[in-house]
């Protein structure tokens, strides 16, 4: 093996420092947050900063999941998202493939108007006015067909679409295949990289949105776990008594304000290490062409 210089030595070390550096400022704040919701009352009063802390008291999730609606908004937002992801990615495809061919006509018309929607959109006020009349109030449907297709996220795909060598599809009809099986047979297969990572941003988008569901839901029974942990911030900024707890143990603002992020955040944590592999190759993949 070849011997580095000492330039190269000195490079590499810097490098190992940076990196160092780096992921300490990344890791400080997850470890303040975690930190923040397990720290007790008495101990946040005097310390301002908390990374570790001396009495872990797991009070501030209990007041957080001591209601049963809790449950029942996360079961929701599960739906959700999982319903909601896949009717991204099958419309996404549905647009995707079609565009990516070269003898679809005015083709470059409707990329045009594509790329227009990611600068311009018709407003809050109109949107409401469209979901209303078309009768998508206090649904589901409210939440997944406005935001079915992301612009970006189709302009990718098809760059995607674009990059598979075109003798697979040829050898497909000459066996008498037609588009949409050579799509789900061939093409989808070939693009669960991509998937996987178009995927990840509806999920993500799907999980953390709330401002669609205060809009256009207003039972409150169909709520997004993200609004109701909003508004456990919110009802909370004056501090509370757990009442479940034997102690009357009062549950600080900041600690419930720290145990929501984590509350929010687990979840995609939990799921991005299972699709880290096809992340970055899916993104590449679909952005060296134009």
Not at 65 to 86: A, P, Q
Not at 179 to 192: A, E, H, T, W, Y
Request: net charge positive.
């Amino acid at each position: 093996m070849k011997e580095h210089s000492f330039g190269g030595k000195v490079f590499d070390v810097f490098n190992l420092i940076v990196l160092f550096f780096v992921g300490i400022v990344t890791v400080l704040p997850f470890l303040y947050v975690i930190s923040g919701s397990l720290v007790g009352s008495e101990e946040l009063l005097v310390k301002k900063i908390v990374l570790f802390p001396e009495h872990i008291t797991w009070e501030a999730y209990r007041f957080i999941f001591d209601s049963k609606i809790i449950y029942r908004s996360l079961l929701g937002t599960i739906f959700i998202t999982v319903v909601g992801t896949f009717i991204n990615l099958l419309l996404t495809t549905l647009m995707a493939y079609p565009l990516a061919k070269k003898t679809l006509r005015g083709r470059s018309k409707l990329m045009l108007i594509i790329v227009f929607t990611m600068l311009f959109n018709g407003g809050l006020i109109p949107t409401y006015l469209v979901v209303k009349s078309m009768g998508m109030l206090d649904t589901y449907w409210s939440l997944w067909l406005p935001s079915a297709i992301s612009a970006f996220n189709l302009i990718l795909l098809r760059n995607f679409f674009q990059q598979l060598p075109e003798g697979l599809e040829e050898s497909a009809k000459i066996d008498g295949c037609n588009d949409l099986k050579i799509l789900f047979s061939i093409v989808v297969p070939l693009s669960l990289p991509a998937m996987a990572t178009f995927g990840l941003f509806y999920a993500v988008g799907h999980w953390n949105s709330y401002f669609n569901a205060v809009i256009y839901i207003n039972n409150a029974n169909m709520w997004p776990i993200q609004v109701w942990l909003r508004q456990i911030v919110l009802l909370s900024s004056g501090g509370f008594t757990d009442a479940s707890s034997l102690t009357e143990t009062v549950v600080p603002p900041e600690s419930i304000k720290y145990a929501v992020i984590v509350v929010a955040a687990v979840p995609v944590l939990v799921l991005y290490p299972f699709l880290q592999k096809h992340f970055a190759k899916g993104v590449l993949l679909g952005s060296v062409k134009g």
